[in-house]
T-cell receptor, first 113, second 108 residues
Framework: EPEVTQTPSHQVTQMGQEVILRCVPI?????FYWYRQILGQKVEFLVS????????KSEIFDDQFSVERPDGSNFTLKIRSTKLEDSAMYFC???????????FGPGTRLTVT | DAKTTQPNSMESNEEEPVHLPCNHS???????IHWYRQLPSQGPEYVIH???SNVNNRMASLAIAEDRKSSTLILHRATLRDAAVYYC?????????FGTGTSLTVIP
């Protein structure tokens, strides 16, 4: 069964550093998403991406965040200057039906020290 | 977004039906209701979604109140593998909002 993959599984970085989280969505999906989950809290929407552009973004997704689909397979989330409060699990998801039936990856745990 | 509220936790006996409630009193007419579940150390997993009519699939059933202010996820026969956090969610366009989730414990 096809699945969404994410790398790395765990990223440790120092405050102020840039990080890039990588995702490989399911190959025939056209809708892509990033979410975050702070430890012990609910999953929060960051951004949706369709047709090579951002379709929606939340208040969390400020100028420090950016997304890119650099080639036909990868979907990346960049945080330009990490803060302590960026520490969380980051999940990528993809779908062939817009917001419906999203398939989530296993997540990247980001630890900012 | 439709603010969703769910009980923090519920218990069920194995092989018994489970009814997981969700209130979404501010939902608009075009917002769908979605359910996902999350097992420990995994990403959320899609369960079911609907707009107005009740929905059934191989995993569960979704019962939506006529006024759409609440819904219930029904697991027909709980198994130990169904122990997870169940999230009720809604969308506005391509923005997606998870609730706080219900942690389901299945008792053997």
């Amino acid at each position: 069964e096809p699945e969404v993959t994410q790398t790395p599984s765990h990223q440790v970085t120092q405050m102020g550093q840039e990080v890039i989280l990588r995702c490989v969505p399911i190959s025939n999906h056209l809708y892509f998403y990033w979410y975050r989950q702070i430890l012990g809290q609910k999953v929060e929407f960051l951004v949706s991406f369709y047709n090579n552009e951002i379709s929606e973004k939340s208040e969390i997704f400020d100028d420090q965040f950016s997304v890119e689909r650099p080639d036909g397979s990868n979907f990346t989330l960049k945080i330009r200057s990490t803060k302590l409060e960026d520490s969380a699990m980051y999940f990528c998801a993809s779908s062939s039906q817009g917001v419906h039936e999203q398939y989530f990856g296993p997540g990247t745990r980001l630890t900012v020290t | 977004d439709a603010k969703t509220t769910q009980p923090n936790s519920m218990e069920s006996n194995e092989e018994e039906p489970v009814h997981l409630p969700c209130n979404h009193s501010t939902i608009s007419g075009t917002d769908y209701i979605h359910w996902y579940r999350q097992l420990p150390s995994q990403g959320p997993e899609y369960v079911i979604h609907g707009l107005t009519s009740n929905v059934n699939n191989r995993m569960a059933s979704l019962a939506i109140a006529e006024d759409r202010k609440s819904s219930t996820l029904i697991l027909h026969r709980a198994t130990l593998r169904d122990a997870a956090v169940y999230y009720c969610a809604s969308n506005t366009g391509n923005q997606f909002y998870f609730g706080t989730g219900t942690s389901l414990t299945v008792i053997p």
